[in-house]
């Protein structure tokens, strides 16, 4: 899968700079994907009231302290996460704010408040069917008719992801040019329903947020397993829209944070996953380098 995301940044840039040709139309007329679930809006931007940050352990886990202040989430509870390295991971995000505290950089300590608040009071198998519901609508497996210059840069980029999803887990995805998209088998849906249910409901919370940055289930398997990078999952989930830009142009800038945006989301996402899923003796250590 390297080689193909590899080809995708380089020789598939070329492609894409050389295309010719009316964007297919069919574009835009896919079901739109579930609703994302609800997260807590970021409050307006506040002073900094704090000078230090620290961690301390307690009964329910660790706590991070803002001076000689406990941190506590929008519905007042006490701000407590089950491992070292995530709570070092938010009291990082704390400490790295300048003079104002910018909560929508803050995208670890957001999905803790979720985790810990659950506004949306759903429980496990409801996280579960709400992440595996987005094989549905999964980005990579709608596909176009033409021009065939993108159906050829669909074909070479998310086919690999698309069969490696179906040997790691044994079952069969495919993909479709048809607007109802592909035929998802319910053996499909109960083996990867299988496999989330063996993690625990915080990450849960971060697979079901990975799934709606990047609108596929496959990608965030991949890039959860650790078979993409972040780098790759968010570019293959940005194909078509890349494509575009190639061809159209953009407004720099724009396209540029919102890109830097979908990757800082995603990563944060996917680091939340792995660190609710490790032992509470992780290290400090085991985070740099």
Not at 149 to 154: A, F, K, R
């Amino acid at each position: 899968m390297g080689t193909s995301c590899l080809r995708l940044r380089d020789g598939g840039r070329r492609l894409l700079v050389r295309l010719r040709g009316g964007l297919a139309a069919s574009e835009g007329l896919r079901p739109k994907p579930p609703a994302p679930a609800r997260t807590y809006a970021p409050p307006a931007e506040r002073k900094r009231f704090y000078q230090n940050v620290s961690i301390t352990q307690g009964e329910g886990g660790f706590e991070i302290n803002l001076d000689h202040r406990k941190l506590r989430t929008p519905q007042a509870k006490l701000f407590t996460v089950p491992s070292e390295a995530l709570a070092i991971a938010v009291a990082t995000e704390w400490d790295s704010q300048q003079d104002t505290i910018k909560m929508y950089t803050m995208h670890l300590t957001t999905l803790c408040n979720t985790a810990l608040d659950n506004p949306t009071q759903r429980d496990k198998d409801q996280l579960i069917l709400a992440a595996v519901k987005f094989l549905d609508t999964d980005t990579v497996c709608y596909r176009v008719e033409e021009p065939e210059t993108l159906v050829e840069l669909q074909r070479n980029e998310w086919d690999p992801v698309i069969d490696w999803a179906e040997r790691r887990y044994g079952v069969e995805i495919g993909s479709s040019t048809s607007i109802m998209g592909p035929r998802i088998p319910a053996r499909t849906r109960e083996v990867l329903q299988s496999h989330l249910a063996s993690y625990n409901m915080w990450a849960l919370q971060g697979i079901e947020f990975v799934v709606t940055q990047l609108k596929s289930m496959v990608l965030t398997l991949g890039l959860i397993d650790l078979h993409l990078t972040v780098e790759q999952a968010v570019l293959l989930s940005r194909l078509e829209e890349e494509y575009q830009i190639q061809k159209w142009g953009s407004i720099e800038w724009a396209h540029d944070y919102e890109l830097r945006e979908l990757r800082a989301r995603t990563a944060a996402g996917t680091l939340f996953v792995h660190l609710c899923s490790e032992s509470s003796a992780v290290k400090h250590k085991l985070l740099q380098g």
